[in-house]
C-alpha cells in the first residue's frame, strides 16, 4: 500500500504559466515533506521542503503548501521554464522511524517554449 | 566535487550471478541509503546505515545485503541476480548533524538488467 502517492504521472504546462504538481499521503505520523527533481540519466536533486508545523515554504519559484487534514501537499512553480522539465518526486519522512523517506511515484513535467 | 559516486553505471547480469554495487560519498555523511527505481513506484529502500559498522533493512531488503565497513562506502550486494531485480538502483547519504531534516544527496544510479 502506497503511504506517498503522486497521482498524475504527467503535466505539460506553457512556459511563463503556473506547474502546480499534487502529492497525498496516508501515513499522518509524517512529519516532514520534500520535493526531489530527477533529469533522466541523473540522481534525484532535493529542491525544497516543509516541515508539518508549517504550512507554505518559499524558495524563489518554487513554492510547497501542506494541508495537514486532507493529507495533501502540492508544489507551485511560477514561472515554468523549460528547464524546469524533469520527474517531480514527493517523499515523506518521520522523524520516530528514522527519518527515512518514503516516495511517492513521481510527475513527469514538460515545459513548452 | 564528486559527492555520490556510483559504481558501476551499467551492467548486464544472467540470472544466478552475483555482483556488488559500490557507492562512496567524500561529504563525510554519517547515514547512507540505497533505493531501487521501478517505473512508476517511485524510489524504495532497500537497506540503510546509519553510521560505520551498522546496517538497517529498508522496505524492500529480500535478496540483497549490504556493507559499511568504511564511513565513506556502502556496497550492496546482490548474491544470486534474478529477473525480479532488474532496476535502477540508487545510493544516497546525509549529514546526522544540524537539524534531523537534512536532505538526502543522491548518485546518478546504476541500470542492472538480469536476464
Redesign the interface.
Known sequence: DQQ?K?NS?SLSVQEGRISILNCDYTNSMFD?F?W?KKYP??????LI?I?SIKDKNEDGRFTVFLNKSAKHLSLHIVPSQPGDSAVY?CAA?E?AA?????????TRVLVKP | NAGVTQTPKFRVLKTGQSMTLLCAQDMNHEYMYWYRQDPGMGLRLIHYSVGEGTTAKGEVPDGYNVSRLKKQNFLLGLESAAPSQTSVYFCASRSHQGFDNQPQHFGDGTRLSIL
Open positions: 506517498v503522486q504521472p516532514y520534500l526531489y540519466a541523473e540522481g534525484p536533486t532535493f521542503s516541515s518526486f519522512s522523524k528514522g527519518n527515512k523517506l518514503t516516495f511517492g511515484g513521481g
